[in-house]
T-cell receptor
């Protein structure tokens, strides 16, 4: 079993939809949680960063962490075609040698 | 301000050939990393350099060597390429190694070994 599980998709939604992207994890020691966005043929770029449980909002994006369920989510409101990309979750804990563990990514397509 | 620059962008090698992937960052970051990305496997750490003068193995170091040439540059060498090393290789850097310091990635080198 992988430490971090992420549905690969592809997920196709109409423009303006609310998108929910999710990851589950098995290691309860994870402390820091990140979402990276990766456009085709580009490197991942950091989108959101949260520490421990709770919500964090940045414009149309909301990152949510539920440590009791070992579940993290990224919500995208009013989705745009420019949001079409692969979204990677990532997480780390300082006791684990600072090893950053990535999910495999969910491919999102926002259609006009 | 280029961020993380990788060369070359594409490369085709025959089995047994060698090559070096180059990476440079202009953000004055202390830590640098090499990842490979394969379908269904996600990003896997090959080697990292927590600071200038140090290098350490990641999850999948076999068949690779690295050199931290100076604070800016971190190269990855394949001594004898194998088809299993066909992948997209990403270099990344961060201010320090740890949870509070996000990674900045280059745009990758697409390597095919035939």
């Amino acid at each position: 079993q992988k430490e971090v599980e992420q549905d690969p998709g592809p997920l196709s939604v109409p423009e303006g939809a609310i998108v929910s992207l999710n990851c589950t994890y098995s290691n309860s020691a994870f402390q820091y949680f990140m979402w990276y966005r990766q456009y085709s043929r580009k490197g991942p770029e950091l989108l959101m960063y949260t520490y421990s449980s709770g919500n964090k909002e940045d414009g149309r994006f909301t990152a949510q962490v539920d440590k009791s369920s070992k579940y993290i989510s990224l919500f995208i409101r009013d989705s745009q075609p420019s949001d079409s990309a692969t979204y990677l979750c990532a997480m780390i804990y300082t006791g684990g040698g600072n090893k950053l563990t990535f999910g495999t990514g969910t491919q999102l397509k926002v259609e006009l | 301000n280029a961020g993380v620059t990788q060369t070359p962008k594409f490369q085709v090698l025959k089995t047994g050939q060698s090559m070096t992937l180059q990476c440079a960052q202009d953000m004055n970051h202390n830590s640098m990393y090499w990842y490979r990305q394969d379908p269904g496997m996600g990003l896997r750490l090959i080697y990292y350099s927590a600071s200038e003068g140090t290098t350490d193995k990641g999850e999948v170091p076999n068949g690779y060597n690295v050199s931290r040439l100076n604070k800016r540059e971190f190269s990855l060498r394949l001594e004898s390429a194998a088809p299993s090393q066909t992948s997209v290789y990403f270099c990344a850097s961060s201010e320090v190694r740890g949870g509070t310091s996000p990674l900045h990635f280059g745009n990758g080198t697409r390597l095919t070994v035939t």
